[in-house]
């Protein structure tokens, strides 16, 4: 498999800002997905087109490191930090113009666009997520990420290792709301107390920063979060000596021994490979994708602190009863 990556000139200062904190890099439209790479092989061509940076410990890396373990596929194109809308847009068409089989618009803000884009092009297959809505049409597919799950699990961990826990969630939509509802409700089960702030940002690190420091005020002994901007909130457990919990890829690596408890991480692979199977197959799209805990999209495992029995018992009960439908993860609205 062939994997290029596709960079966009940055448009706006503030743009290049944000990029920079998450690792990423500049971008312009302009120039997104133009050269297009060539197959190697057989296989499909599949572009990603992402919100944040490659290595962004978060949202963006998780589906490329399950697209890169899929089979079928002989060439993979990625444009990240296409935090602008209009210019994931671009790189969507773009990629759509140079003949890619199958384009993966990773970012539910890009469903607008999507939506127009697709309908001009009834050959290529596109998907999108984290998202239950194909519009009606056949070459649209979404997938999904039931992350309240591996929350719950994580917030009943968290509930039996700490008494107050700050919550720094991004914007209140899609997996991010779902993971935070079901942390909170795993812990709050376990009677920790549990604080949330949503920054309205999937970005801003320093942001992030500055609202776990505003918990660790407050008396917080654990913190968790999601998205790409929870880099700043993982820095600040780190410096505080509080313990993390992390979710949608292995944030371990972000923090010194003993910071990282355990990350729920999401296996893309276990149903993006059925998608990419069916578009090799001929059928473009139409179909819904979900990872969860009993498909094994979605894994808890432990980080890099001292893991006990009572831990590794606690986390497979717990995720026995989710599965089971025992316990509620979700909040209704």
Not at 194 to 200: A, F, I, L, P
Not at 254 to 283: H, M, P, R
Not at 288 to 300: A, P, Q
Not at 303 to 321: I, P
């Amino acid at each position: 498999m062939i994997r290029t990556t596709k960079w966009l000139l940055a448009i706006a200062t503030s743009l290049v800002f944000i990029l920079a904190a998450c690792g990423g890099s500049d971008s312009d439209s302009d120039t997104a997905a133009n050269d297009g790479g060539s197959a190697d092989g057989d296989g499909i061509r599949v572009a990603i087109v992402a919100p944040s940076a490659e290595n962004d410990l978060a949202f963006t890396q998780s589906i490329i490191e399950g697209v890169d373990a899929l089979s079928g596929v002989s060439d993979v194109a990625v444009t990240p930090g296409t935090f602008v809308v209009e210019d994931a847009a671009t790189a969507i068409r773009n990629y759509a113009e140079d003949g890619y089989d199958l384009i993966l618009a990773h970012g539910s803000q890009y469903g607008g666009p999507l939506q127009e884009i697709a309908a001009e092009y009834p050959d290529t297959a596109f998907a999108w997520g984290t998202a239950e809505d194909t519009f009606g049409l056949d070459n649209v597919s979404s997938y999904t990420a039931a992350s309240d799950q591996g929350g719950y699990v994580l917030g009943a961990l968290a509930a039996s290792m700490c008494s107050k826990i700050g919550v720094v969630g991004p914007i209140e939509v899609g997996d991010a709301k779902l993971y935070v509802d079901g942390f909170k409700l795993g812990a709050e089960a376990g009677g920790a107390e549990v604080d949330v702030v949503y920054t309205e940002s999937f970005s801003d690190v320093q942001l992030a920063a500055d609202t776990a420091s505003a918990f660790v005020q407050n008396g917080a002994d654990c913190l968790t979060g999601t998205a790409q901007m929870t880099v700043g909130a993982i820095g600040v457990a780190e410096q505080e000596g509080l313990l993390w919990f992390g979710t949608q890829s292995d944030q371990t690596p972000a923090a010194a021994d003993g910071v990282v408890v355990a990350n729920q991480i999401y296996e893309w692979e276990i149903v993006l490979q059925g998608l990419v199977d069916d578009v090799a197959n001929g059928s473009l799209g139409g179909n819904i994708y979900g990872i969860d805990l009993e498909n094994g999209g979605l894994v808890v495992d432990f980080g890099n602190v001292e893991v006990t029995d009572e831990m590794t018992q606690l986390v497979s009960d717990v995720s026995a009863q989710v599965i089971a439908k025992e316990v509620t993860t979700t909040v209704d609205g």
